[in-house]
């Protein structure tokens, strides 16, 4: 039975061409990607704009989430009616903003899940008689 020694050489030399042949290959893979539209409305916390560049809660997430899949993306910045125009017209493939989900927004475009409760709430000073339920009567 005949022994083969290899050299070392050789098995860091086809080690250095596999790992180039991979890199070529998924850069090429990476430039026939599609570069998703975003279309970002700033509204604080979810979306701002600071130093140049985007941050937010959504945006962070957004992040997070585009980088481990491997996506690819620019921001387009619009206001509210253009965040769900632009997504109902296919010019966006995805929008971030403080938006609130309604029946009639819910006809237009398809909402992620819930993930961010504000907590929004109604401040009066205490000192004053204010009565929510009666001004409500009147609507």
Same mark, same amino acid.
């Given at each position: 039975?005949?022994? #083969?020694?290899?050299?070392?050489?050789?098995? =860091?030399?086809?080690?250095?061409?596999?790992?180039?042949?991979?890199?070529?290959?998924?850069? /090429? $893979? +990476?430039? @026939?990607?599609?570069?998703?539209?975003?279309?970002?409305?700033?509204?604080?916390?979810? $979306?701002?704009?600071?130093?140049?560049? #985007?941050?937010?809660? *959504?945006?962070?997430?957004? &992040? /997070? !989430?585009?980088? &481990?899949? %491997?996506?690819?993306?620019? #921001? @387009?910045?619009? *206001?509210?009616?253009? !965040?769900?125009?632009? =997504?109902? &017209? %296919?010019?966006? *493939?995805?929008?971030?903003?403080? !938006?609130? =989900?309604?029946?009639?927004?819910? +006809?237009?475009? *398809?909402?992620?899940?819930?993930?961010?409760?504000? %907590?929004?709430?109604?401040?009066?000073?205490?000192?004053? +008689?204010?009565?929510?339920?009666?001004?409500?009567?009147?609507?």
């Amino acid at each position: 039975m005949r022994q #083969y020694r290899i050299k070392p050489t050789r098995i =860091v030399f086809h080690f250095i061409v596999l790992c180039a042949l991979f890199l070529s290959l998924a850069n /090429e $893979v +990476k430039a @026939n990607e599609k570069i998703l539209a975003v279309a970002v409305e700033i509204t604080a916390p979810c $979306v701002m704009h600071h130093e140049g560049t #985007y941050t937010g809660f *959504d945006i962070e997430l957004w &992040e /997070e !989430i585009a980088q &481990e899949l %491997g996506l690819v993306f620019t #921001y @387009n910045e619009t *206001d509210l009616k253009g !965040i769900f125009e632009n =997504v109902a &017209e %296919g010019k966006a *493939d995805v929008a971030f903003s403080c !938006i609130t =989900v309604t029946h009639e927004r819910e +006809k237009l475009v *398809d909402f992620s899940h819930h993930y961010l409760d504000s %907590g929004l709430r109604i401040m009066v000073l205490n000192k004053t +008689k204010f009565s929510l339920a009666n001004s409500m009567k009147s609507i």
